[in-house]
Every structure is written in C-alpha cells, then in structure tokens.
C-alpha cells in the first residue's frame, strides 16, 4: 500500500507528510506533476490512494500557455482527470487552498474523492481522515 502525495508546497506540506509516514507507510512525495505522473503510471497497482494539490505549476505534461490551466490554478484539475482514465475507482483526496464554490461541488459530485480546504486541518486530524479512507477500501 502506497500513498501518493503531490502537492507544490513541499515546506509547507512536509508537516502532513511527515505525519502520515509516522502511521501509514510508505508515502511518496511528489512537489510537481511530471515526476508525479511517472510514478503514478509505473506503480499504479501499488497505489491505494492519492492526495493531490490542484494549484501546482503545470510542468511539461500540459502545455503552460493552455488557458485550460488558468496560470497553474487548474493543473490539479486536468492532473485528477488523467488519473480517472487509468484508475476510476482509486480514492483521491483533494487537498487544497482553492476555495472557490464550483471547484468544491465539482469534486463533491466525484465518486471516491474527498475534497479538503487546507487550511481547517492540522496533520493528525488529516491523518486520521487518511487512515479512515484507508480502513474503507
């Protein structure tokens, strides 16, 4: 089992992520989507679950002009959607500063995904959360 986590603030997510090592191993981090989405394709029969950022810098497997990106705000939104081609029943977790009302239902309405504000969760209250996705599957 296998948690794959990308997300583009690496200090300031090196907290969460050293909390869930501490409980759920192994946790692999990931701070922008190329290298991501490598892992992602190689081992994705090892990965029980995905926490991913949606505002990252696209990197080069989506085309940094495309106004589909908005500058980097939809990069976690086209990411999640590649994802759901290969795997549509591995649990994602949204984690994320986006607030925005349509982004929110968008991922609510998702099967197997949770959409979490960042900024309402201390680490162990995140882990926990974690874990009982985790026990679900």
């Not at 190329?34 to 990252?56: E, T």
């Not at 968008?106 to 960042?118: A, D, G, P, S, V």
Request: glycine fraction near 4%; charge should be neutral.
């Amino acid at each position: 089992m296998t948690v794959l986590f990308i997300d583009d603030e690496r200090r300031r997510m090196e907290a969460f992520a050293m909390e869930l090592e501490l409980t759920i191993k192994p946790v692999v981090f990931f701070s922008e989507v190329d290298s991501a989405w490598d892992y992602f394709v190689k081992n994705q029969k090892k990965i029980k679950l995905i926490i991913l950022d949606i505002m990252m810098p696209p990197g080069k497997m989506f085309d940094a002009d495309s106004t589909e990106l908005n500058l980097g705000l939809r990069t976690g939104i086209l990411f999640y959607g590649k994802i759901r081609e290969l795997a549509p029943k591995l649990p994602v977790i949204i984690f994320t500063n986006a607030s925005s009302p349509e982004v929110k239902e968008r991922f609510r309405e998702q099967r197997k995904c949770l959409y979490i504000q960042k900024k309402g969760y201390y680490p162990t209250e995140f882990v926990q959360i974690v874990r009982q996705l985790l026990a679900e599957e």
